[in-house]
């Protein structure tokens, strides 16, 4: 029941985007994107609802495809602070705040 | 400003031991989650709390317990340490919105079993 994330690695060069894609086999209520530093506790980004909205974060956003049960993360012109590890966590059915979260998308972005 | 701790923040133990790893939030949260973190897995659910008295299993809880007595604490004890709970540990909390509730996580216990 883990979401599948793809890819598990990207590497860009400053200013190249990346999409970073979670998919469920199942039914979901939202996902949720963290973002997590070497060493450091995970950072949330950003919620995404079913209905299929999409989000905005300065040049990091989001979509959800309810018909596919796939999120998709987009990374936008890249910077040095955007190296981590991606994760999405997805609550399914309703609200109960209980996440299953992928293996993560590992993000190196270079000079 | 309201937080959430973890301590310690490294601990080495020896198998067979009891180990407890504490997370405390004052965000007077409802929802307390303790998660483990192992390379290649991703982030993984070991149990919940919706709230005081309240407790649930996650998806990895064998060998593992927990109980909520009050809003700001949730104890982790692992009852008799092995070699496979070698991990960093996370504690997160949410607001009970209904709607749809943001996890904000604690900074980490890297946990050692020799």
């Known amino acids: 029941q883990q979401p599948v994330q793809s890819p598990q690695a990207v590497i860009l060069r400053e200013g190249e985007d990346a999409v970073i894609n979670c998919s469920s086999s199942?039914?979901?209520?939202?996902v949720h994107w963290y973002r997590q530093k070497h060493g450091e506790a995970p950072v949330f980004l950003m919620i995404l609802l079913k209905g299929g909205e999409q989000k905005g974060h300065e040049k990091i956003s989001a979509s959800f495809n309810e018909k596919k049960q796939q999120s998709s993360l987009y990374l936008t012109a890249s910077q040095l602070s955007y190296s981590g590890t991606y994760f999405c966590?997805?609550?399914?059915?309703?609200?109960?705040?209980?996440?299953?979260f992928g293996q993560g998308t590992t993000l190196q972005v270079k000079p | 400003d309201a937080e959430i701790t973890q301590s310690p923040r490294h601990k080495i133990t020896e198998t067979g031991r009891q180990v407890t790893l504490a997370c405390h939030q004052t965000?007077?949260?409802?929802?307390m989650f303790w998660y483990r973190q192992d390379l290649g897995h991703g982030l993984r659910l070991i149990h919940y709390?919706?709230?005081?008295?309240?407790?649930n299993k996650g998806e990895v809880s064998d060998g593992y317990s927990v109980s909520r007595s009050n809003t700001e604490d949730l104890p982790l004890t692992l009852e008799s340490a092995a070699s496979s709970q070698t991990s960093v540990y996370f504690c997160?909390?949410?607001?009970?919105?209904?709607?749809?509730?943001?996890?904000?996580f604690g900074p980490g216990t890297r946990l050692t079993v020799l």
């Open positions: 965000w007077n949260h409802n929802n």
């Open positions: 709390s919706y709230g005081v008295q309240d407790t």
């Open positions: 199942k039914a979901l209520y939202s």
């Open positions: 966590g997805t609550e399914k059915a309703s609200n109960t705040g209980k996440l299953i």
């Open positions: 997160a909390s949410s607001e009970s919105s209904g709607v749809v509730d943001t996890q904000y």
